[in-house]
């Protein structure tokens, strides 16, 4: 760096020029004194030399990241660091990644830019898009899942190769409705650039395009990456990288990339599918590089241990921090990786670390009863997960036979081939019986996780969002998303469920369960899915079912003060005693006085 913005600007700057002022407006802007002595510090530390150029090479980036091997997304990484360092001037990319060129990348990749580009700089979409797009006509128009050639740009002022990977031909504005890049012309603006310089950019062009398979490895660095904290290091997460957890890794990536491609039949991404899906399935997919690229600001030779009395250390420079499992109970659907999708979706500060196993239908029982024990006490917000096994078109047995006549005759086809399907709701508002009307708010989630990863975001019109409903006076179910049950004497037999557009219904059993998505209706209590434009129905015998609780200490300790007290409302229940000192004898007459015994609960007694 070493630049300074000089009060009287010349005429004519050059694009080094431009770009150390940029950095030097970045540095002093996005980072503390401390940070950007510690960013100089690791640059220095990690920078080859070659003449008088410092700079860092993908296997260097890679190895101070602690990226896996195993899920080969070092060279998809590289490649986007090296076109967001070209920034404001994303013609020049790839670029050589000096220490400027870093400042680039960390106040990028941190979303600290919101500090210096108000304008524009709320959506960072078309960047990283740009920044991951590779451009080759023939793969496009073909439409097939051939790999897609391969077209290097080195640097023509370096000579040290690059990853076979890398491959950014142009900047990208594949179906880009004339929507201008926000944050490259807000950078302009800042450095006071005529429209003269603003046409060194490339004009627009179409059918760039996302490989499939880097996205599905830069999906597989983010599940990975997405509880990362600053100080965290990638390494501690090993074990979700072999073995069994590498298996459900990629199949978590497999559900997600489904959102965005068929990679069956298409080999990319196109720019119009990718924003229109990010803000509302994925809304924080790249938070995961705020915690990576963070580490670029925290050196490892600093040392603040020195001169206090506790001897303990700062949290720059501090030793790694002792790995605290991101969930605190076991269960069969909900595990680490799955935890990282929802945080697409849902904050990830309420997430990692912070839910708590409240109701397991293989632990506690497929009840409601169960259920509400279980559940009904937590005063935060909670997530229902439910897998299950699709049932084919023809019910198989008396219960199936059941399931389905109780359902509306309109069926629509399978969501997906596959058998195994999840599904999930969150609920911000504690649980509740529902007698006449429907709880919940418009904050409710309505979404899918297998086999394609999909949202449905809730209405503020309409208000059927949670109905938790028993005997005597409703029909008995669990639902979301449909009309609450009419009250009728008669709820056992010869009556249907009413299904609603966008639902999820669970029988008075929890053994069967269906999902509705009538995408040709208008209206109902969740909005129709923004990648599959079609109705479809899945009707499926239920396997697993879990409600998670959100929130921290406090609502875990009234939790389980609740769960203490009712133990011990049942246990003196069980042990009445009416003063004669014969404890079977006092139950006895309460069994022939009918408070005890046979149906009865026997009630508390003060």
Not at 469 to 497: A, D, I, V
Not at 528 to 535: G, K
Request: aromatic residues 10%; hydrophobic residues 35%.
């Amino acid at each position: 760096m070493g630049q300074s913005v000089s009060d009287e600007r010349p005429r004519h700057r050059s694009r080094e020029d431009l770009t150390a002022e940029l950095a030097l407006r970045f540095k002093d802007k996005c980072f503390t004194s401390l940070e950007y002595y510690s960013l100089k510090d690791v640059f220095k530390s990690l920078a080859d030399h070659q003449a008088s150029v410092k700079y860092l090479k993908e296997d260097t980036i890679s190895r101070y990241l602690e990226i896996p091997d195993i899920l080969g997304a070092s060279p998809v990484i590289f490649q986007m660091v090296s076109y967001l360092g070209a920034f404001p001037f994303l013609k020049e990319a790839p670029v050589v990644l000096e220490l400027p060129q870093m400042i680039m990348v960390v106040v990028i990749m941190t979303e600290r830019y919101r500090r210096v580009l108000a304008k524009g700089a709320s959506d960072r979409t078309k960047l990283l898009f740009k920044s991951l797009a590779v451009y080759d006509r023939k793969a496009s128009v073909a439409g097939t899942s051939s790999p897609l050639p391969r077209t290097e740009r080195l640097p023509s002022t370096m000579t040290t190769p690059h990853s076979a990977g890398f491959a950014v031909d142009a900047p990208v504005d594949d179906d880009d409705d004339g929507d201008d890049d926000e944050l490259v012309l807000t950078a302009y603006e800042l450095l006071d650039i005529t429209e003269a310089v603003k046409q060194g950019d490339a004009p627009p062009f179409h059918d760039a395009i996302i490989p499939t398979d880097n996205f599905r490895k830069l999906i597989m660095l983010l599940l990975l990456a997405a509880p990362l904290d600053p100080q965290e290091s990638l390494s501690q997460y090993s074990g979700r990288v072999s073995g069994l957890q590498l298996d459900a890794l990629r199949s978590t990536a497999e559900n997600i990339l489904a959102s965005f491609v068929d990679a069956e039949t298409f080999p990319g991404i196109r720019y119009r599918h990718f924003k229109t899906i990010i803000p509302v399935l994925f809304p924080y997919l790249f938070n995961g590089f705020n915690g990576l690229f963070e580490h670029f600001l925290f050196s490892k030779n600093l040392d603040f241990s020195k001169g206090r009395e506790d001897g303990k250390r700062s949290p720059t420079g501090a030793p790694p921090k002792p790995v605290q499992p991101l969930l605190s109970d076991q269960a069969d659907i909900l595990n680490d990786h799955v935890l990282s999708q929802i945080s697409m979706f849902l904050p990830g500060s309420s997430l990692f670390r912070r839910v708590r196993l409240l109701y397991s239908g293989n632990q506690d029982g497929f009840s409601m009863g169960s259920f509400e024990s279980k559940v009904f006490n937590w005063r935060a917000p909670t997530i229902l997960l439910v897998r299950g096994t699709r049932l084919g078109d023809v019910p198989d047995g008396g219960q199936e036979t059941a399931f389905f006549a109780s359902l509306p005759s309109k069926r629509f086809p399978h969501g997906s081939k596959s058998d195994s399907v999840t599904f999930g709701v969150y609920v911000r508002e504690p649980w509740k019986h529902t007698h006449k009307e429907c709880f919940g708010d418009s904050e409710s989630l309505l979404f899918q996780l297998e086999p394609c990863h999909d949202v449905f975001s809730a209405s503020t019109i309409n208000t059927d969002y949670v109905a938790f409903t028993k005997p005597p006076n409703n029909q008995s179910c669990l639902s979301f998303g449909c009309p609450h049950p009419k009250p009728s004497k008669s709820h056992r037999r010869g009556e249907l469920y009413t299904l609603g557009p966008v639902s999820l219904l669970l029988d008075e059993s929890f053994e069967f369960a269906v999902f509705n998505h009538d995408y040709t209706s208008r209206g109902g209590a969740f909005h129709t899915s923004i990648t599959r434009q079609f109705d479809f129905q899945d009707r499926f015998q239920i396997d697993s079912l879990e409600v998670w609780g959100c929130g921290g200490e406090d609502e875990a300790k009234v939790q389980a003060e609740r769960w203490a007290w009712e133990a011990r409302e049942a246990e003196a229940r069980r042990r009445i005693n009416l003063g004669t000192g014969d404890i079977q004898a006092d139950r006895a007459l309460l069994e022939m006085a009918g408070l005890v015994g046979g149906h009865q609960s026997g009630g508390s007694m003060g």
